[in-house]
């Protein structure tokens, strides 16, 4: 086992506890023998096998926050669901802490597929997958992998391999930038093998945020260091390593979307930073697809990116609750 377990037993969610559905914490182990905890929300007074969720995300984000508060509603509304933390993170295990990868992180969903496949009170034939943010795109790209997930929403989402390659709006998209975003990781590297530890990039900024900045950063920043602050996580605190991303830079996601048969919901904001990647995600799969019949994208006008973090008067709960209903059968 990579790192030591510890499993926090009282409620330390952003989120109120509902009174509708039971609550437990898991584990599971990936392929890399990384162990994942998980907090497990079943309905009450159900009966027999279930549809079951997995839920994960944003990027650098904890299971206390939005996919939590995912979870625990698709499970009032009788789904079996599980919010999970993922690699070198939150309380899951893996070290060296703070540390994420296109191929882990795709491996940690499978691994709460295979968790849930084989749970007595759930229909192994009936598994989907949320993801919100940056697991938005690793959602898409387990999706294109794992021939068990038969419905997929990315919720808010990023490819973090083009913000990883690119940056926002592709801004440093060239070759010279990303030679130079290499020399600095890997002077980075050095630097942390003298020191024998990892610097931190940092996370969010304090509030309150200076009014010069962009939206998307005071966005951000009221989430994760005001309304959702967690002790946990990185975005909240001290941020990923400042190598912890680098394998992004040149292991793309996304590569086979239009390859997915299971069905596809794509939700965002159109006043969100972010939009673009939604979108684009969206017309790379149903590009030259011949599954693009059970594929959606839905825009929610007016909307930020946060708003689909843990606004329950626009996160389209119906509409997500819908779309499992019909395609996990």
Known sequence: MSGELKLVQEWDKTFPKSEKVNHKKVTFSNRYGIRLVADLYEPKNSQGKLPAIAVCGPFGAVKEQCSGLYAQTMAERGFLTIAFDPSFTGESTGTPRYMASPDINTEDFQAAVDFLSVQENVDSEKIGIIGICGWGGMALNVAA???????????????????????????????????????????????????????????????????????????????????????????????????????????????YSNEIRSAVLVIHGDKAHSYYMGKDAYNDMVKDSKYADNKELLTIPGAVHTDLYDNLDVIPFDKIEEFFKTNLK
């Open 145 to 255: 992998l794992d021939t068990r997930i038969k419905a997929t929403v990315a919720s808010t989402m990023y490819n973090m391999s083009r913000m990883a390659v690119g940056g926002y709006n592709d801004v440093a998209n060239n070759e010279e930038s990303h030679y130079e975003m290499k020399k600095e990781a890997n002077k980075q590297r050095t630097i942390d093998y003298k020191n024998g530890s990892y610097e931190r990039a940092g996370g969010c900024m304090e509030l309150p945020v200076p009014e010069d900045v962009p939206f998307f950063v005071k966005d951000y920043s009221e989430y994760y260091k005001g309304r959702a602050y967690h002790s946990r996580s990185l975005n909240s605190n001290e941020g990923w390593n400042k190598i912890g991303t680098m394998s992004f830079m040149n292991q793309p996601i996304l590569c």
